[in-house]
Protein backbone atom coordinates (compact mmCIF):
# COMPACT_ATOMS: atom_id res chain seq x y z
CA UNK A 1 0.00 0.00 0.00
CA UNK A 2 1.34 3.44 -0.82
CA UNK A 3 -0.11 6.63 0.23
CA UNK A 4 -0.64 8.97 -2.63
CA UNK A 5 -2.03 12.16 -0.21
CA UNK A 6 -1.92 12.16 3.69
CA UNK A 7 -4.68 14.35 5.19
CA UNK A 8 -3.04 17.68 4.97
CA UNK A 9 -2.19 17.42 1.22
CA UNK A 10 -5.97 16.12 0.51
CA UNK A 11 -6.85 19.32 2.08
CA UNK A 12 -4.82 21.34 0.35
CA UNK A 13 -5.54 19.80 -2.95
CA UNK A 14 -9.66 20.15 -2.16
CA UNK A 15 -8.95 23.41 -1.64
CA UNK A 16 -7.52 24.34 -4.63
CA UNK A 17 -10.09 22.14 -6.85
CA UNK A 18 -12.72 24.72 -5.03
CA UNK A 19 -10.30 27.64 -6.18
CA UNK A 20 -9.91 26.49 -9.69
CA UNK A 21 -14.25 26.19 -9.75
CA UNK A 22 -14.37 29.90 -8.34
CA UNK A 23 -11.99 31.06 -10.59
CA UNK A 24 -14.46 29.54 -13.36
CA UNK A 25 -17.98 29.76 -11.92
CA UNK A 26 -17.42 33.13 -9.51
CA UNK A 27 -20.27 33.10 -7.56
CA UNK A 28 -22.60 29.75 -9.23
CA UNK A 29 -25.40 31.95 -9.97
CA UNK A 30 -25.99 29.76 -12.81
CA UNK A 31 -24.19 26.52 -11.89
CA UNK A 32 -25.07 23.45 -9.81
CA UNK A 33 -22.62 21.02 -8.30
CA UNK A 34 -23.64 16.91 -8.49
CA UNK A 35 -22.10 14.62 -6.69
CA UNK A 36 -21.86 11.04 -7.84
CA UNK A 37 -23.68 8.22 -5.45
CA UNK A 38 -22.06 6.65 -3.45
CA UNK A 39 -18.45 8.04 -3.26
CA UNK A 40 -18.29 10.93 -4.89
CA UNK A 41 -20.86 12.56 -2.45
CA UNK A 42 -18.04 12.70 -0.05
CA UNK A 43 -16.33 14.82 -2.09
CA UNK A 44 -18.88 16.83 -3.51
CA UNK A 45 -19.67 17.15 0.44
CA UNK A 46 -15.93 18.48 1.24
CA UNK A 47 -15.72 20.69 -2.38
CA UNK A 48 -19.35 22.41 -1.16
CA UNK A 49 -18.03 23.28 2.33
CA UNK A 50 -14.87 25.21 0.49
CA UNK A 51 -17.09 26.90 -1.87
CA UNK A 52 -19.70 28.05 0.45
CA UNK A 53 -16.54 29.65 2.86
CA UNK A 54 -14.51 30.81 -0.30
CA UNK A 55 -17.62 32.81 -2.54
CA UNK A 56 -19.70 33.29 0.52
CA UNK A 57 -22.70 31.82 -1.33
CA UNK A 58 -24.85 29.90 1.07
CA UNK A 59 -27.28 28.96 -0.87
CA UNK A 60 -25.40 27.23 -3.81
CA UNK A 61 -27.19 24.40 -5.71
CA UNK A 62 -26.09 20.93 -4.76
CA UNK A 63 -27.58 17.61 -5.71
CA UNK A 64 -26.62 14.11 -5.76
CA UNK A 65 -26.95 11.76 -8.54
CA UNK A 66 -27.05 7.75 -8.28
CA UNK A 67 -26.37 6.02 -11.59
CA UNK A 68 -27.40 2.61 -10.90
CA UNK A 69 -29.88 2.26 -13.06
CA UNK A 70 -27.72 3.81 -16.62
CA UNK A 71 -25.20 0.93 -16.04
CA UNK A 72 -23.66 -1.02 -19.09
CA UNK A 73 -23.11 -3.65 -16.90
CA UNK A 74 -26.28 -5.16 -15.47
CA UNK A 75 -25.57 -8.40 -16.87
CA UNK A 76 -22.02 -9.24 -16.05
CA UNK A 77 -21.64 -8.20 -12.41
CA UNK A 78 -23.59 -8.29 -9.70
CA UNK A 79 -26.40 -6.09 -9.45
CA UNK A 80 -25.98 -3.04 -8.16
CA UNK A 81 -28.68 -1.67 -5.06
CA UNK A 82 -28.82 1.64 -5.91
CA UNK A 83 -28.29 4.85 -3.92
CA UNK A 84 -30.60 8.15 -3.32
CA UNK A 85 -30.96 10.30 -6.27
CA UNK A 86 -31.27 13.95 -4.86
CA UNK A 87 -31.45 16.98 -7.56
CA UNK A 88 -34.12 19.23 -6.04
CA UNK A 89 -34.01 22.10 -8.72
CA UNK A 90 -33.92 21.67 -12.35
CA UNK A 91 -30.80 21.47 -14.44
CA UNK A 92 -32.22 23.05 -17.40
CA UNK A 93 -29.86 25.58 -18.72
CA UNK A 94 -27.34 25.29 -16.02
CA UNK A 95 -23.72 24.93 -15.33
CA UNK A 96 -23.32 21.46 -14.47
CA UNK A 97 -20.13 20.17 -11.76
CA UNK A 98 -20.12 16.30 -12.04
CA UNK A 99 -17.82 15.23 -9.20
CA UNK A 100 -16.88 12.18 -8.67
CA UNK A 101 -14.01 10.55 -6.22
CA UNK A 102 -11.81 8.21 -8.90
CA UNK A 103 -11.71 8.70 -12.89
CA UNK A 104 -10.74 5.04 -14.00
CA UNK A 105 -12.26 3.66 -17.25
CA UNK A 106 -14.96 6.39 -17.78
CA UNK A 107 -17.78 3.97 -17.50
CA UNK A 108 -19.02 5.78 -14.53
CA UNK A 109 -19.51 9.16 -15.87
CA UNK A 110 -20.45 8.33 -19.24
CA UNK A 111 -23.38 6.79 -17.46
CA UNK A 112 -23.86 9.78 -15.46
CA UNK A 113 -24.06 12.18 -18.10
CA UNK A 114 -27.17 9.67 -19.61
CA UNK A 115 -28.43 10.02 -16.07
CA UNK A 116 -27.99 13.84 -15.80
CA UNK A 117 -29.65 14.46 -19.58
CA UNK A 118 -32.98 12.68 -18.11
CA UNK A 119 -33.38 15.81 -15.93
CA UNK A 120 -33.08 18.36 -18.39
CA UNK A 121 -30.32 20.12 -20.98
CA UNK A 122 -27.89 21.52 -19.16
CA UNK A 123 -25.98 24.57 -20.59
CA UNK A 124 -22.45 22.78 -20.05
CA UNK A 125 -21.56 19.97 -18.32
CA UNK A 126 -17.74 20.11 -16.58
CA UNK A 127 -16.20 16.79 -14.70
CA UNK A 128 -13.96 17.34 -11.52
CA UNK A 129 -12.20 13.89 -9.72
CA UNK A 130 -9.93 13.96 -6.92
CA UNK A 131 -7.53 11.40 -8.72
CA UNK A 132 -7.34 10.65 -12.46
CA UNK A 133 -6.12 6.64 -13.37
CA UNK A 134 -4.47 8.19 -16.65
CA UNK A 135 -4.19 5.02 -19.09
CA UNK A 136 -7.20 3.30 -18.30
CA UNK A 137 -9.87 5.01 -20.13
CA UNK A 138 -11.94 2.82 -22.15
CA UNK A 139 -14.41 5.57 -23.63
CA UNK A 140 -13.20 8.94 -24.18
CA UNK A 141 -13.76 11.33 -21.48
CA UNK A 142 -11.35 13.75 -19.45
CA UNK A 143 -11.71 15.71 -16.54
CA UNK A 144 -11.76 19.05 -16.26
CA UNK A 145 -10.15 19.57 -12.81
CA UNK A 146 -7.86 16.87 -11.44
CA UNK A 147 -6.91 16.30 -7.80
CA UNK A 148 -4.17 14.40 -8.70
CA UNK A 149 -2.67 12.20 -11.53
CA UNK A 150 -1.39 8.64 -11.10
CA UNK A 151 -0.32 6.04 -13.34
CA UNK A 152 -1.83 2.68 -12.27
CA UNK A 153 -1.85 -1.22 -13.69
CA UNK A 154 -5.27 -2.99 -14.11
CA UNK A 155 -4.79 -4.94 -10.81
CA UNK A 156 -3.91 -1.86 -8.78
CA UNK A 157 -6.82 -0.16 -6.88
CA UNK A 158 -7.07 3.78 -5.67
CA UNK A 159 -8.43 4.06 -2.64
CA UNK A 160 -9.88 7.23 -1.59
CA UNK A 161 -10.51 7.37 2.36
CA UNK A 162 -12.78 10.04 4.51
CA UNK A 163 -13.58 10.45 7.97
CA UNK A 164 -17.58 10.37 8.00
CA UNK A 165 -16.89 6.68 6.48
CA UNK A 166 -13.33 5.11 7.06
CA UNK A 167 -12.04 6.69 9.89
CA UNK A 168 -9.16 9.07 8.08
CA UNK A 169 -8.66 11.12 5.67
CA UNK A 170 -6.66 9.81 2.51
CA UNK A 171 -5.38 8.68 -0.76
CA UNK A 172 -4.13 5.05 -1.13
CA UNK A 173 -3.07 3.10 -3.47
CA UNK A 174 -3.48 -0.51 -3.14
CA UNK A 175 -1.76 -3.54 -5.16
CA UNK A 176 -4.49 -6.16 -4.79
CA UNK A 177 -3.15 -9.75 -4.63
CA UNK B 1 -17.87 -1.81 -2.57
CA UNK B 2 -21.87 -1.32 -2.00
CA UNK B 3 -22.36 -4.49 -3.45
CA UNK B 4 -23.35 -6.73 -0.85
CA UNK B 5 -26.62 -8.09 0.33
CA UNK B 6 -27.45 -6.86 -3.15
CA UNK B 7 -29.03 -10.70 -4.41
CA UNK B 8 -32.31 -11.81 -3.66
CA UNK B 9 -32.31 -15.70 -2.24
CA UNK B 10 -34.70 -16.84 -5.45
CA UNK B 11 -34.05 -17.14 -9.34
CA UNK B 12 -37.47 -16.45 -9.89
CA UNK B 13 -40.46 -15.20 -7.89
CA UNK B 14 -43.10 -17.90 -7.90
CA UNK B 15 -44.87 -17.24 -4.42
CA UNK B 16 -43.48 -15.16 -1.72
CA UNK B 17 -43.68 -18.38 0.42
CA UNK B 18 -39.81 -18.67 -1.28
CA UNK B 19 -38.96 -15.02 -0.31
CA UNK B 20 -36.97 -14.28 3.28
CA UNK B 21 -37.49 -10.87 4.52
CA UNK B 22 -34.10 -9.63 3.32
CA UNK B 23 -35.60 -10.28 -0.51
CA UNK B 24 -38.24 -8.26 0.85
CA UNK B 25 -36.31 -5.68 2.02
CA UNK B 26 -34.33 -5.28 -0.77
CA UNK B 27 -37.40 -5.40 -3.42
CA UNK B 28 -39.20 -2.41 -1.18
CA UNK B 29 -35.66 -0.39 -1.18
CA UNK B 30 -35.61 -0.96 -4.95
CA UNK B 31 -39.09 -0.03 -5.71
CA UNK B 32 -38.54 3.40 -3.52
CA UNK B 33 -35.94 4.35 -6.38
CA UNK B 34 -38.04 3.16 -8.87
CA UNK B 35 -40.98 5.57 -7.33
CA UNK B 36 -38.73 7.94 -7.61
CA UNK B 37 -38.01 7.71 -11.32
CA UNK B 38 -41.70 7.07 -12.22
CA UNK B 39 -42.04 11.02 -10.70
CA UNK B 40 -39.38 12.62 -13.16
CA UNK B 41 -40.22 14.19 -16.21
CA UNK B 42 -38.73 11.34 -17.68
CA UNK B 43 -39.64 8.35 -16.48
CA UNK B 44 -37.25 5.47 -18.10
CA UNK B 45 -34.04 4.48 -17.36
CA UNK B 46 -32.01 2.21 -19.62
CA UNK B 47 -31.09 -0.80 -17.47
CA UNK B 48 -32.90 -3.67 -19.31
CA UNK B 49 -32.61 -2.01 -22.70
CA UNK B 50 -30.82 -5.79 -23.65
CA UNK B 51 -33.80 -8.13 -21.85
CA UNK B 52 -36.85 -9.07 -23.61
CA UNK B 53 -39.47 -9.86 -21.38
CA UNK B 54 -42.72 -11.85 -22.88
CA UNK B 55 -46.12 -11.38 -20.68
CA UNK B 56 -48.13 -15.09 -20.89
CA UNK B 57 -51.79 -14.08 -19.70
CA UNK B 58 -53.59 -17.61 -19.65
CA UNK B 59 -56.29 -15.67 -17.89
CA UNK B 60 -58.09 -12.35 -18.20
CA UNK B 61 -56.21 -9.13 -16.56
CA UNK B 62 -56.15 -5.24 -16.64
CA UNK B 63 -54.10 -3.90 -14.37
CA UNK B 64 -51.64 -6.90 -13.50
CA UNK B 65 -50.85 -6.75 -17.06
CA UNK B 66 -50.73 -2.82 -17.92
CA UNK B 67 -48.66 -2.67 -14.62
CA UNK B 68 -46.49 -5.65 -16.10
CA UNK B 69 -45.84 -3.77 -19.23
CA UNK B 70 -45.39 -0.45 -18.14
CA UNK B 71 -42.86 -1.38 -15.74
CA UNK B 72 -40.60 -3.02 -18.28
CA UNK B 73 -41.39 -0.33 -20.77
CA UNK B 74 -39.79 2.10 -18.12
CA UNK B 75 -37.10 0.04 -17.11
CA UNK B 76 -36.04 0.03 -21.30
CA UNK B 77 -36.31 -3.96 -21.83
CA UNK B 78 -38.32 -5.01 -24.57
CA UNK B 79 -42.05 -6.59 -24.38
CA UNK B 80 -44.10 -9.06 -25.98
CA UNK B 81 -47.28 -9.70 -24.98
CA UNK B 82 -49.29 -13.06 -25.40
CA UNK B 83 -52.93 -13.82 -24.04
CA UNK B 84 -54.36 -17.56 -24.18
CA UNK B 85 -57.58 -16.62 -26.27
CA UNK B 86 -56.75 -16.67 -30.39
CA UNK B 87 -53.48 -18.69 -29.81
CA UNK B 88 -52.30 -21.81 -30.76
CA UNK B 89 -53.44 -22.97 -26.70
CA UNK B 90 -56.66 -23.96 -28.35
CA UNK B 91 -55.49 -26.16 -30.98
CA UNK B 92 -54.08 -28.08 -27.92
CA UNK B 93 -50.30 -26.90 -27.64
CA UNK B 94 -49.04 -27.61 -23.93
CA UNK B 95 -48.02 -24.85 -21.73
CA UNK B 96 -44.08 -25.93 -22.06
CA UNK B 97 -44.50 -25.90 -25.30
CA UNK B 98 -46.07 -22.27 -25.60
CA UNK B 99 -43.58 -21.56 -23.70
CA UNK B 100 -40.56 -22.82 -24.76
CA UNK B 101 -41.87 -21.22 -28.48
CA UNK B 102 -41.62 -18.40 -27.09
CA UNK B 103 -38.20 -18.64 -25.43
CA UNK B 104 -36.62 -19.63 -29.37
CA UNK B 105 -37.34 -16.21 -30.14
CA UNK B 106 -34.75 -15.16 -27.55
CA UNK B 107 -36.84 -13.80 -24.69
CA UNK B 108 -35.24 -13.57 -21.61
CA UNK B 109 -38.00 -13.55 -18.81
CA UNK B 110 -41.27 -14.52 -18.33
CA UNK B 111 -44.07 -13.12 -16.93
CA UNK B 112 -47.29 -16.17 -16.43
CA UNK B 113 -50.97 -16.11 -15.11
CA UNK B 114 -52.41 -19.17 -15.10
CA UNK B 115 -55.48 -20.48 -14.29
CA UNK B 116 -53.93 -23.39 -11.97
CA UNK B 117 -52.37 -23.75 -9.40
CA UNK B 118 -48.44 -24.40 -9.18
CA UNK B 119 -48.31 -23.74 -12.75
CA UNK B 120 -45.42 -21.91 -12.72
CA UNK B 121 -43.32 -23.77 -10.79
CA UNK B 122 -43.89 -26.44 -13.17
CA UNK B 123 -42.80 -24.40 -15.79
CA UNK B 124 -39.94 -23.69 -13.96
CA UNK B 125 -38.56 -26.96 -13.70
CA UNK B 126 -38.68 -26.93 -17.43
CA UNK B 127 -36.83 -23.62 -18.42
CA UNK B 128 -34.17 -21.89 -17.81
CA UNK B 129 -35.42 -18.32 -17.84
CA UNK B 130 -36.63 -16.01 -14.83
CA UNK B 131 -40.15 -16.48 -14.11
CA UNK B 132 -42.76 -13.90 -12.09
CA UNK B 133 -46.08 -15.39 -11.37
CA UNK B 134 -48.73 -13.15 -11.90
CA UNK B 135 -51.12 -14.43 -10.49
CA UNK B 136 -51.61 -18.92 -10.62
CA UNK B 137 -55.08 -20.26 -9.76
CA UNK B 138 -56.13 -19.39 -6.51
CA UNK B 139 -52.69 -20.24 -4.90
CA UNK B 140 -50.35 -16.82 -5.21
CA UNK B 141 -50.20 -13.63 -6.45
CA UNK B 142 -46.79 -12.61 -5.02
CA UNK B 143 -46.18 -9.08 -6.86
CA UNK B 144 -49.75 -8.22 -5.54
CA UNK B 145 -48.84 -8.96 -2.40
CA UNK B 146 -45.51 -6.80 -2.29
CA UNK B 147 -47.65 -3.98 -3.30
CA UNK B 148 -49.76 -4.29 -1.09
CA UNK B 149 -47.48 -4.48 1.82
CA UNK B 150 -45.42 -1.75 0.44
CA UNK B 151 -48.40 0.68 0.35
CA UNK B 152 -49.45 0.07 3.83
CA UNK B 153 -45.92 0.41 4.85
CA UNK B 154 -46.28 3.60 3.50
CA UNK B 155 -49.10 4.58 5.21
CA UNK B 156 -48.76 3.05 8.81
CA UNK B 157 -44.41 2.57 9.20
CA UNK B 158 -42.93 -0.28 9.58
CA UNK B 159 -45.58 -3.53 10.06
CA UNK B 160 -44.09 -5.11 12.92
CA UNK B 161 -47.02 -5.66 15.23
CA UNK B 162 -49.47 -3.70 13.47
CA UNK B 163 -52.80 -5.55 12.94
CA UNK B 164 -53.66 -6.16 9.26
CA UNK B 165 -57.24 -7.82 8.55
CA UNK B 166 -58.39 -9.83 4.83
CA UNK B 167 -61.84 -9.90 4.63
CA UNK B 168 -63.64 -11.28 1.93
CA UNK B 169 -63.18 -14.35 -0.36
CA UNK B 170 -60.19 -15.91 1.22
CA UNK B 171 -61.00 -19.47 0.23
CA UNK B 172 -60.50 -18.43 -3.38
CA UNK B 173 -57.96 -15.67 -3.59
CA UNK B 174 -54.95 -15.68 -4.08
CA UNK B 175 -54.08 -12.68 -3.39
CA UNK B 176 -55.37 -13.61 0.67
CA UNK B 177 -52.50 -16.36 0.42
CA UNK B 178 -49.53 -14.34 -0.61
CA UNK B 179 -50.75 -11.59 1.66
CA UNK B 180 -50.84 -13.54 4.49
CA UNK B 181 -47.21 -15.10 3.94
CA UNK B 182 -45.59 -11.77 2.85
CA UNK B 183 -47.48 -9.68 6.27
CA UNK B 184 -46.42 -12.57 8.67
CA UNK B 185 -42.58 -12.10 7.46
CA UNK B 186 -42.88 -8.37 8.07
CA UNK B 187 -44.05 -9.02 11.31
CA UNK B 188 -47.92 -7.82 11.18
CA UNK B 189 -50.47 -9.56 13.07
CA UNK B 190 -53.32 -10.81 10.34
CA UNK B 191 -56.71 -11.91 10.59
CA UNK B 192 -58.56 -13.49 8.31
CA UNK B 193 -62.65 -12.37 8.17
CA UNK B 194 -65.76 -13.40 5.75
CA UNK B 195 -68.24 -16.13 5.67
CA UNK B 196 -67.56 -19.45 7.59
CA UNK B 197 -68.17 -20.90 3.25
CA UNK B 198 -65.21 -18.36 2.46
CA UNK B 199 -62.56 -18.95 4.76
CA UNK B 200 -60.20 -22.34 4.16
CA UNK B 201 -60.42 -24.96 7.07
CA UNK B 202 -56.98 -25.17 9.22
CA UNK B 203 -56.00 -21.28 7.87
CA UNK B 204 -55.04 -20.96 11.41
CA UNK B 205 -51.97 -22.52 11.05
CA UNK B 206 -50.62 -20.56 8.52
CA UNK B 207 -50.31 -18.04 11.95
CA UNK B 208 -53.10 -15.75 11.50
CA UNK B 209 -56.74 -15.50 13.25
CA UNK B 210 -59.95 -16.40 12.13
CA UNK B 211 -63.30 -13.43 12.92
CA UNK B 212 -66.62 -13.96 11.54
CA UNK B 213 -67.82 -10.64 12.65
CA UNK B 214 -66.97 -8.00 10.38
CA UNK B 215 -67.64 -5.07 13.15
CA UNK B 216 -65.22 -6.70 15.35
CA UNK B 217 -62.30 -7.42 12.49
CA UNK B 218 -62.51 -3.76 11.29
CA UNK B 219 -62.65 -2.51 15.12
CA UNK B 220 -59.46 -4.71 15.60
CA UNK B 221 -57.59 -3.74 12.75
CA UNK B 222 -55.23 -0.45 11.66
CA UNK B 223 -55.70 -1.65 7.48
CA UNK B 224 -58.06 -3.33 5.88
CA UNK B 225 -57.27 -5.19 2.85
CA UNK B 226 -60.76 -5.94 1.07
CA UNK B 227 -60.99 -8.91 -1.58
CA UNK B 228 -62.90 -9.27 -4.79
CA UNK B 229 -65.81 -12.06 -4.49
CA UNK B 230 -64.82 -14.31 -7.05
CA UNK B 231 -67.72 -15.32 -8.75
CA UNK B 232 -66.15 -17.21 -11.25
CA UNK B 233 -64.21 -19.57 -9.13
CA UNK B 234 -66.85 -20.41 -7.15
CA UNK B 235 -68.56 -23.60 -8.46
CA UNK B 236 -71.12 -23.98 -5.69
CA UNK B 237 -73.17 -21.46 -4.13
CA UNK B 238 -71.10 -20.04 -1.12
CA UNK B 239 -72.90 -17.79 0.40
CA UNK B 240 -77.47 -17.22 -0.69
CA UNK B 241 -77.14 -13.90 -2.59
CA UNK B 242 -74.81 -11.06 -3.14
CA UNK B 243 -77.15 -8.52 -1.21
CA UNK B 244 -76.67 -10.92 1.72
CA UNK B 245 -73.72 -10.92 1.36
CA UNK B 246 -73.29 -7.19 0.98
CA UNK B 247 -75.48 -6.67 4.28
CA UNK B 248 -73.04 -9.21 6.28
CA UNK B 249 -69.85 -8.43 5.19
CA UNK B 250 -69.74 -5.72 2.69
CA UNK B 251 -67.91 -2.42 4.28
CA UNK B 252 -69.77 0.73 4.47
CA UNK B 253 -69.40 4.38 5.22
CA UNK B 254 -71.42 4.13 8.26
CA UNK B 255 -70.01 1.54 9.49
CA UNK B 256 -66.14 2.66 8.84
CA UNK B 257 -67.33 6.04 10.32
CA UNK B 258 -68.43 4.34 13.88
CA UNK B 259 -65.24 2.74 14.45
CA UNK B 260 -62.98 5.45 16.46
CA UNK B 261 -60.08 5.24 14.55
CA UNK B 262 -58.89 5.70 11.16
CA UNK B 263 -58.71 2.57 9.18
CA UNK B 264 -56.48 2.38 5.92
CA UNK B 265 -58.70 0.79 3.34
CA UNK B 266 -57.39 -1.43 0.64
CA UNK B 267 -58.56 -3.27 -2.21
CA UNK B 268 -56.59 -4.99 -4.91
CA UNK B 269 -59.00 -4.76 -7.70
CA UNK B 270 -61.16 -4.91 -9.59
CA UNK B 271 -64.03 -3.94 -7.46
CA UNK B 272 -67.62 -4.96 -7.39
CA UNK B 273 -69.01 -2.06 -5.91
CA UNK B 274 -71.86 -2.47 -3.35
CA UNK B 275 -70.67 -5.96 -2.81
CA UNK B 276 -67.78 -6.04 -1.07
CA UNK B 277 -67.12 -2.70 -0.31
CA UNK B 278 -69.36 0.47 -0.58
CA UNK B 279 -68.38 3.46 -3.52
CA UNK B 280 -68.83 5.46 -0.41
CA UNK B 281 -65.77 3.65 1.06
CA UNK B 282 -63.72 3.22 -1.99
CA UNK B 283 -63.22 6.79 -2.64
CA UNK B 284 -63.34 8.30 1.02
CA UNK B 285 -60.09 9.83 2.07
CA UNK B 286 -59.16 6.36 4.09
CA UNK B 287 -59.03 4.30 1.01
CA UNK B 288 -55.54 3.97 -0.77
CA UNK B 289 -56.64 1.66 -3.72
CA UNK B 290 -55.04 4.16 -6.55
CA UNK B 291 -51.95 4.25 -4.35
CA UNK B 292 -51.56 0.87 -4.26
CA UNK B 293 -51.92 0.94 -8.26
CA UNK B 294 -49.54 3.41 -8.30
CA UNK B 295 -46.75 1.58 -6.41
CA UNK B 296 -47.28 -1.76 -8.46
CA UNK B 297 -45.22 -0.77 -11.49
CA UNK B 298 -42.46 0.42 -9.19
CA UNK B 299 -42.86 -2.60 -7.23
CA UNK B 300 -42.44 -4.67 -10.67
CA UNK B 301 -39.69 -2.47 -12.00
CA UNK B 302 -38.38 -3.54 -8.63
CA UNK B 303 -39.01 -7.09 -8.90
CA UNK B 304 -38.07 -7.33 -12.95
CA UNK B 305 -34.52 -5.71 -12.23
CA UNK B 306 -33.65 -7.70 -9.29
CA UNK B 307 -34.12 -11.29 -11.13
CA UNK B 308 -32.32 -9.49 -14.56
CA UNK B 309 -29.27 -10.07 -12.72
CA UNK B 310 -26.42 -11.70 -13.70
CA UNK B 311 -26.20 -13.32 -16.81
CA UNK B 312 -23.84 -14.90 -19.36
CA UNK B 313 -24.02 -12.45 -22.62
CA UNK B 314 -22.57 -14.24 -25.81
Redesign the interface.
Known sequence: MKILLNSKQLDLTLLRLAHQLVENHIDFKNSVIIGIQPRGVFLSDRIVDKLTSITGNEKIKYGKLDITFYRDDVHSTEIHVPSVTDIPFSVQGKRVILIDDVLHTGRTIRSAMDALLDFGRPEKVELLVLVDRRFSREVPIHPDYTGYTVDTILTQRVKVRWTENDKKDEVVLLDKV | M??I???LSVKHLLGIKELNAADIA?IF??AD?FK??LQ???K?????R??TVANVFFENSTRTRLSFELAEKR?GADVVNFSASGSSVSKGETLVDTVKNILAMKVDMVVMRHSASGAPWFLANHIDASIVNAGDGTNEHPTQALLDAYSMQEQVGSLKGKHVTLIGDIMHSRVALSNIYCLTKLGAKVTVAGPPTLIPKHIESLGVRVEYNLRKALEWCDVANILRIQLERQNKPLFSTLREYALYYGVNKTMLDSIAKDIVIMHPGPINRGVEVNSDVADSKQSIILEQVENGVAIRMAVI??L????E?E
Open positions: WADNMLKTNQVRPIKVPSLDTLYLSGKRI
